[in-house]
């Protein structure tokens, strides 16, 4: 089955700065991977996904950039603001086989 | 606001108890699945059901025992838990064709077993 690594287990950042986690996975079926944080006594929400056919996808601040070949993703998060701190989970999944994995997780703080 | 429900938010109960976690999703997905996340851990994949039939079971012990009573609807019956099965429980629902694949999270069902 799939293994996802995840990196740093923890980050703090000054306001402002930029943010970058990063994730290897091992099953070269996985096709999505998706981005979700998860703000304390909240389930994880979607902030960002990309499919394998595509190498980079930005939205306003945040953007994900994989490599199919390395087996890597990363998350990186421009100009960071205290409301950015939160668990950051990566995840990988063959798209529609219910079977999505999740990383061990970034708590990310972000120092006003 | 989440669009997938689950009740009750926080549960205390015995180890001879028997209680149930209910979700509920009106989005017409017909994924839908269980995950348990222990704190600063990742969520762990318990049961997937897929078009109301259980399609993964993550070699879950017998003391939780899921249901899906329909297409909206899951829910994850406990029965003699133990302490160390304190943890948050997160229901989740998907698509299955179509769309991007998201998971899309309840708050969770934060549970205590004394």
């Known amino acids: 089955g799939e293994n996802v690594e995840q990196h740093p287990s923890t980050l703090s950042v000054q306001e402002g700065d930029s943010a970058v986690i990063k994730c290897t996975y091992s099953?070269?079926?996985?096709?999505?991977f998706p981005w979700y944080k998860q703000e304390l006594g909240k389930g994880p929400q979607l902030i960002i996904d990309i499919r394998s056919n595509v190498g980079e996808k930005k939205d306003q601040r945040i953007a994900v950039t994989l490599n199919k070949t390395a087996k890597h993703f990363s998350l990186h998060i421009t100009e960071t603001q205290p409301e950015d701190s939160a668990v950051y989970f990566c995840a990988a999944s063959e798209v529609y086989n219910n079977d999505m994995r999740f990383g061990a997780g970034t708590r990310l703080t972000v120092k006003p | 606001d989440t669009e997938v429900t689950q009740t009750p938010k926080h549960l205390v109960m015995g180890m001879t108890n028997k209680k149930s976690l209910k979700c509920e999703q009106h989005?017409?997905?017909?994924?839908m699945y269980w995950y348990k996340q222990k704190a600063k851990k990742p969520p762990e994949l318990m049961f997937v059901?897929?078009?109301?039939?259980?399609?993964i079971n993550e070699s879950v012990p017998s003391r939780f025992s899921p249901e899906c009573p329909n297409s909206s609807l899951l829910n994850l019956h406990l029965h003699a838990l133990q302490p160390e099965d304190s943890a948050l429980y997160l229901c989740?629902?998907?698509?299955?064709?179509?769309?991007?694949?998201?998971?899309?999270f309840g708050e969770g069902s934060r549970l205590t077993v004394l």
């Open positions: 989005m017409g997905h017909r994924a």
């Open positions: 099953d070269s079926a996985s096709n999505y």
């Open positions: 989740a629902s998907s698509q299955t064709s179509g769309g991007t694949g998201e998971l899309f």
């Open positions: 059901y897929s078009y109301e039939k259980l399609s």
